[in-house]
């Protein structure tokens, strides 16, 4: 039975002795305090069962501390009134000292829990337009996405990730057309893309100008898509070359191709460097566009949708008192809804998942909820079991200190990889002098990646934020560095006690500052799970940052290595461990690498 357990057992057995009110255990509320001072549980009970009793809180408070106080057993140290009809527990030194040992006897479980135990849960995220270098604001999908998954899987769940490859569309045309038009070494050249299958030489590469191969194609694109909107000429080209690759014509197939393997080419590199090209399954829209009208057709037949006068077929949304949408135009073309019912299917048939995930922009609410209707009322799954996932976006301060959003097309975008080698030159600045060569260059980028992502993560999951690099970067306060070098310098200290088996001894006269470390740490599972109820990574973190203040307190007023006998300094040495395990669980959860010196 867990502490939480047993003191809730308490509480409802003086319910029944003073009160003669029958409540289960799990049924009495309690609570970790806000303030550490109060105690280490906390309970409302009084105030919540006033009205019914027809008397005082604070009195019924009374009454419930005097019968607890009367047997407290091997598990209270004190139970106190407070303010209007709060009871305050604090637990005895031995209980948090046991929990100490129940974080060495689980380790990397510490803090899991099992609230999905048995389910198959598959996440869809970072499924970026493959027409531009990866930015800021599809890291921001990248890290939510992940941190999402992970909080799932510490709730017993069996995780899938995927994503989705938008590899269709006016916008891949335009990237086609850029690259066709701007690519070329000689503006002589022919801009015809029968010319250039058999003359590719005559084209650009993005090792021949010595670009990264999606920062090439992003710099095509917008030059393709400020040719498109400018020129009605050249919109006619391309959406002729759109027929022509729905047609399958080679030679547009063989550009596509290979302007989309460039894409991906530097896909992979940015997104491999946060270690975040983490997929179970990657689907390509062009092997299933077309399949998602024939779920439509069906639909249709079966009534479960209608046909308006130009013989568009639009759902019927009532029953989720959601506004209908179009499902496939009336000239027969697809939308994005339609593919997206046919993947739904496709993930459904794959991964045969209890719920799915899609971790998303908040501007696509609307449609995700219309398409998780649709798919329900074509028998893919329960609305219920369909879960939007979004975030806020990521905006920066200009030149002018003004906040704007960021855009690939208007030249404002943050990209990743420029952001790490920024952010490792800054890091580099206080990194241990005595570390050299290489491993003082991977420690930088461990740093730095791991200060970006925190930042991301730390603001509540749907919060816009403003991106600032000198706040994310500092190692003072609520920053990645600041918690990184916290698990480090514990990293330190057990290195050079050189032990390789951890105990602690019951009868340990706890200071205050231990006692605090330790019930900090005793409260990660609870946690854990408030964020997973909620997904929110962003709990998780202010826990991580509050647990680095409390350790570095503990390390500032603590002998540890020097202390005054053998038993006192395994004891410490116990808590160090206790709070290295505790904080690389967490930093798991963020998806971000701690490290073993800084």
Same mark, same amino acid.
């Given at each position: 039975?867990?502490?939480?357990?047993?003191?809730?057992?308490?509480?409802?057995?003086?319910?029944?002795?003073?009160?003669?009110?029958?409540?289960?255990?799990?049924?009495?509320?309690?609570?970790?305090p806000?303030?550490?001072?109060?105690?280490?549980?906390?309970?409302?009970?009084?105030?919540?069962?006033?009205?019914?009793?027809?008397?005082?809180?604070?009195q019924?408070?009374?009454?419930?501390?005097?019968?607890?106080?009367?047997?407290?057993?091997?598990?209270?140290?004190?139970?106190?009134?407070?303010?209007?009809?709060?009871?305050?527990?604090?637990?005895?030194?031995?209980?948090?000292?046991?929990?100490?040992?129940?974080?060495?006897?689980?380790?990397?479980?510490?803090?899991?829990?099992?609230?999905?135990?048995? /389910?198959?849960?598959?996440? @869809?995220?970072?499924?970026?337009?493959?027409?531009?270098?990866?930015?800021?604001?599809?890291?921001?999908?990248?890290?939510?996405?992940?941190?999402?998954?992970?909080?799932?899987?510490?709730?017993?769940?069996k995780?899938?990730?995927?994503?989705?490859?938008?590899?269709?569309?006016?916008?891949?045309?335009?990237?086609?057309?850029?690259?066709?038009?701007?690519?070329?070494?000689?503006?002589?050249?022919?801009?015809?893309?029968?010319?250039?299958? @058999?003359?590719?030489?005559?084209?650009h590469?993005?090792?021949?100008?010595?670009?990264?191969? #999606?920062?090439?194609? #992003?710099?095509?694109?917008?030059?393709g898509?400020?040719?498109?909107?400018?020129?009605?000429?050249?919109?006619?080209?391309?959406?002729?070359?759109?027929?022509?690759?729905?047609?399958?014509?080679?030679?547009?197939?063989?550009?596509? /191709?290979?302007?989309?393997?460039?894409?991906w080419?530097?896909?992979?590199?940015s997104?491999?460097? !946060?270690?975040?090209?983490?997929?179970?399954?990657?689907?390509?829209?062009?092997?299933?566009?077309?399949?998602?009208?024939?779920? !439509?057709?069906?639909?249709?037949?079966?009534?479960?949708?209608?046909?308006?006068?130009?013989?568009?077929?639009?759902?019927?949304?009532?029953?989720?008192?959601?506004?209908?949408?179009?499902?496939?135009?009336?000239?027969?073309?697809?939308?994005?809804?339609?593919?997206?019912?046919?993947?739904?299917?496709?993930?459904?048939?794959?991964?045969h998942?209890?719920?799915?995930?899609?971790?998303?922009?908040?501007?696509?609410?609307?449609?995700?909820?219309?398409?998780?209707?649709?798919?329900?009322?074509?028998?893919?799954?329960?609305?219920?079991?369909?879960?939007?996932?979004?975030?806020?976006?990521?905006?920066?301060?200009?030149?002018?200190?003004?906040?704007?959003?960021?855009?690939?097309?208007?030249?404002?975008?943050?990209? !990743?990889?420029?952001?790490? +080698?920024?952010?490792?030159?800054?890091?580099?600045?206080?990194?241990?002098?005595?570390?050299?060569?290489?491993e003082? #260059?991977?420690?930088?980028?461990?740093?730095?990646?791991?200060?970006?992502?925190?930042?991301?993560? /730390?603001?509540?999951?749907?919060?816009?934020?403003?991106?600032?690099?000198?706040?994310?970067?500092?190692?003072?306060? +609520?920053?990645g560095?600041?918690?990184?070098?916290?698990?480090?310098?514990?990293?330190?200290?057990?290195?050079?006690?050189?032990?390789?088996e951890?105990?602690? +001894?019951t009868d340990?006269?706890?200071?205050?500052?231990?006692?605090?470390?330790?019930?900090?740490?005793?409260?990660?599972?609870?946690?854990?799970?408030?964020a997973?109820?909620?997904?929110?990574?962003?709990?998780?973190?202010?826990y991580?940052?509050?647990?680095?203040?409390?350790?570095?307190?503990?390390?500032?007023?603590?002998?540890?290595?020097?202390?005054?006998s053998?038993?006192?300094?395994?004891?410490?040495?116990?808590?160090?461990k206790?709070?290295?395990? !505790?904080?690389?669980?967490?930093?798991?959860?963020?998806?971000?690498?701690?490290?073993?010196?800084?």
């Open positions: 039975m867990t502490t939480k357990l047993e003191i809730q057992k308490l509480l409802a057995e003086a319910l029944q002795k003073c009160f003669a009110v029958s409540k289960q255990p799990d049924q009495v509320h309690l609570e970790r806000a303030d550490y001072s109060h105690g280490d549980w906390a309970s409302n009970i009084p105030m919540v069962l006033a009205k019914e009793l027809k008397q005082n809180p604070k019924i408070a009374e009454k419930l501390v005097a019968e607890i106080s009367a047997d407290k057993g091997a598990l209270l140290q004190s139970v106190e009134v407070a303010g209007p009809g709060f009871i305050n527990f604090r637990v005895l030194d031995s209980v948090l000292v046991g929990e100490l040992e129940e974080i060495a006897r689980l380790k990397e479980k510490f803090g899991h829990q099992q609230i999905n135990s048995g /389910k198959v849960i598959l996440v @869809e995220h970072t499924s970026p337009n493959p027409n531009k270098e990866f930015h800021l604001g599809h890291l921001k999908n990248n890290v939510t996405g992940l941190a999402v998954s992970y909080l799932l899987e510490a709730s017993g769940a995780i899938f990730r995927d994503c989705i490859n938008n590899n269709r569309g006016i916008a891949i045309v335009k990237l086609m057309w850029g690259y066709l038009r701007f690519g070329r070494k000689d503006e002589k050249v022919v801009t015809d893309v029968h010319y250039w299958f @058999e003359h590719q030489q005559e084209w590469t993005p090792g021949s100008i010595g670009l990264k191969p #999606d920062r090439f194609m #992003d710099k095509m694109y917008t030059s898509a400020h040719d498109f909107k400018n020129s009605p000429e050249v919109e006619g080209i391309l959406r002729q070359m759109l027929l022509d690759w729905e047609a399958e014509e080679p030679h547009v197939w063989a550009l596509w /191709k290979l302007t989309q393997d460039w894409v080419e530097g896909y992979e590199r997104i491999g460097r !946060v270690d975040g090209f983490k997929f179970d399954r990657i689907w390509n829209e062009h092997e299933i566009y077309k399949k998602g009208k024939e779920h !439509v057709l069906a639909g249709l037949e079966k009534g479960v949708f209608k046909k308006t006068e130009d013989g568009a077929i639009v759902s019927d949304l009532k029953e989720f008192n959601l506004s209908d949408t179009i499902l496939v135009r009336g000239d027969g073309t697809s939308l994005y809804i339609t593919q997206d019912i046919e993947l739904t299917n496709l993930k459904r048939e794959t991964f998942p209890d719920q799915m995930f899609w971790v998303i922009g908040p501007e696509q609410s609307l449609a995700m909820k219309q398409m998780f209707a649709v798919c329900s009322l074509l028998g893919f799954g329960r609305y219920e079991d369909f879960h939007h996932i979004s975030y806020g976006f990521v905006s920066i301060r200009n030149a002018e200190g003004k906040v704007s959003k960021m855009s690939s097309r208007d030249g404002t975008a943050i990209y !990743v990889d420029d952001l790490i +080698d920024l952010a490792k030159e800054k890091v580099l600045n206080y990194i241990d002098e005595s570390i050299l060569g290489e003082r #260059d991977q420690i930088a980028e461990q740093v730095a990646i791991g200060a970006i992502k925190y930042s991301l993560l /730390k603001v509540s999951r749907t919060t816009d934020q403003v991106f600032d690099i000198d706040t994310t970067l500092s190692l003072e306060g +609520d920053s560095p600041y918690i990184l070098y916290s698990y480090a310098r514990a990293q330190a200290i057990l290195k050079k006690s050189n032990l390789q951890y105990s602690v +001894d340990w006269e706890i200071s205050e500052i231990e006692r605090e470390l330790m019930h900090k740490l005793s409260t990660f599972p609870e946690v854990v799970s408030l997973i109820e909620i997904y929110a990574p962003n709990i998780v973190a202010g991580v940052y509050e647990l680095a203040q409390i350790f570095n307190n503990f390390y500032t007023h603590t002998i540890i290595l020097k202390a005054e053998e038993k006192l300094k395994l004891n410490r040495l116990m808590l160090v206790g709070f290295q395990q !505790v904080m690389h669980n967490a930093l798991g959860i963020l998806g971000i690498e701690p490290l073993d010196k800084m």
